[in-house]
């Protein structure tokens, strides 16, 4: 509860605020302007301001002053195109931080490289083969940075994305819930404990599904992503892609994990996404309903009232995921 209330103090100073970095656009070439604009509040006006580039270690990669108004984010921090090297995990945040105070959300710098593309998946381990990506660093997807907020028939929960891990896999998912797909979805799968006994899954996403879930949950959003070689560890309140035999074959079905030990399995065979950073008291609810016998289907399945996107606290706040309740 304690994650839930700093959290919700953190969203309030932020519509209060009404000031943060902010991108003039979605996509940035490669040795182009990235225009933005900057807002620092108005009690705060004397204050010395700048933008910092963090990794998502924490480590600041770079910084530069600013000042309200528009302004070149890389003309001010070339890093931001000299980087050598460049992989998918290069993410990094750009935060306004007005006298050593972070203001509003971080933006996030998603570097537009060439992925690695899932070929087949080994019948037997269930490992993915890839077909790994030429390395070609074209330009940054920049967006402000939001949690995922999923209220539910039995409470909150919040979700932070790691684009670092799967950025598109982040990017999907985030567009799915800014568009109201999940609105009204079901859990429609609570597998409680895994047969090593430890605890396991719960699983949302189709809408085909309604409180009568007898039929097959095979329903999705009418299109199909490819597999990103996630490496967030499968662990308590970790968000992750569900998906069929074939490895490219997820859309908008996903999975919250009750335990490391019960899960673990699932690393490098599912893309993980996002870590929950607050409700675990309402996945633990969401675990415990009532499944029908010698099934993995809700007899009352709890619903996603809504699904939507929230603005994340300053970067050096975010909130850390929540831990798996003693057992």
Known sequence: MRHV??????????????????????????????PMAVKVPDNLREAKAEVRLYAVSGEVRGSAPVVQGPIDLAALLPVLWTRQSVTTADVLYAQLVVGERGIGPAVVLQPLVEPPYCVYVEQETNEPKYREGRGFYTGIRAYVDRFVSLKTSMGEIVFAMRPDHAPNTVWNFMELARGGFYTGVVFHRVKALHPNGSPFVIQAGDPSQMRDTTTPADGGPGYFINLEPSKLPHDFGVISMARNRMPNSAGSQFFVCLSRDGTSFLDGQYT??????????VIQKIAAVEVVAETDRPRDPPVILSASLVDAPPFPERPKPVLAPSR
Request: aromatic share 10%; proline share 2%; charged share 10%.
């Open 5 to 34: 209330a700093l959290l919700a103090a953190s969203l309030c100073y932020v519509a209060h605020a009404n000031a943060q970095l902010t991108p003039d656009r979605l996509y940035y070439g490669i040795h182009r302007a990235m």
């Open 272 to 281: 993980s996404f996002g870590q929950a950073v607050a409700g675990a008291d």
